[in-house]
């Protein structure tokens, strides 16, 4: 009888472990796909945006303390200005139709001031083009070619001295051009800038996404940017 009990209350241990160890398996498996499912949304530019960004203390959340000794501090004199002829100058460029330096101001001059929907022409350098051709190679990988019979093979004829490049000359050049436009203002000085371009590559024409944060200051007057002065890049082959 003893040994029934013993039986008994052995399998029902097992029992209840097993069924703790598949609850914890379960409740594992929903974090890990909470967990994933957050970093599948999460964003690269996120970090750059002025609403995520931590409320810093201010000095107008602390209360005054008053002075232990009170003053009389009394007011001064009024004295009467005297004006000269440096007064009568203006060497401002502030509420002036001439200068583009302010926002609103552009009877006389080229608007610089960039809003959403407004069209930018990215240059790609050097730079971004090694970056587009290596999402190429990973979206579409090449397949390994068979091995050829060495001793079929001819010996290959010496290569001819590579002619060295000019780097500076590289790196200043366009190679392509991207048509974006400016889908977000991150904050004051900077902007997020989608666009799309078909590329030809392995005999197929591919689908790419260049996403970028560049500064205001970095857009030139012919409405280009340059990708040398990207802050931040993404780029998705799409098809």
Known sequence: MRQLLIVISMLTLS????????????FDRDDGKVTRRKREKADTFDQFRNSRRNPRGSSTARGNVLPAVKRNYGQRASQKRR???????????????WSGAGNDNYLFTKNKWKRNGDIVLINVKSELKRLISLELKRAFPS?????????????????????????????????????????EEISKDHLLVRGQKFLLYKNGKHLIEIQALVSRKDILD????????????????LR
């Open 143 to 183: 397949m390994p070619k068979k091995k050829k019979d060495k001793t079929a093979a001819a010996p290959a004829a010496p290569a001819p001295a590579a002619q060295p490049k000019d780097v500076g000359a590289e790196k200043g050049k366009t190679y392509d051009k991207v048509s974006s436009v400016i889908v």
């Open 222 to 237: 012919d409405d280009t940017v340059d990708s040398t002065s990207f802050l931040e890049s993404t780029i998705q082959v």
């Open 15 to 26: 029992s209840c472990a097993n069924y703790i160890n598949k609850m914890h398996s379960e």
């Open 83 to 97: 004006y000269t002829a440096n007064d009568l100058v203006d060497n401002t460029n502030s509420a002036s139709l």
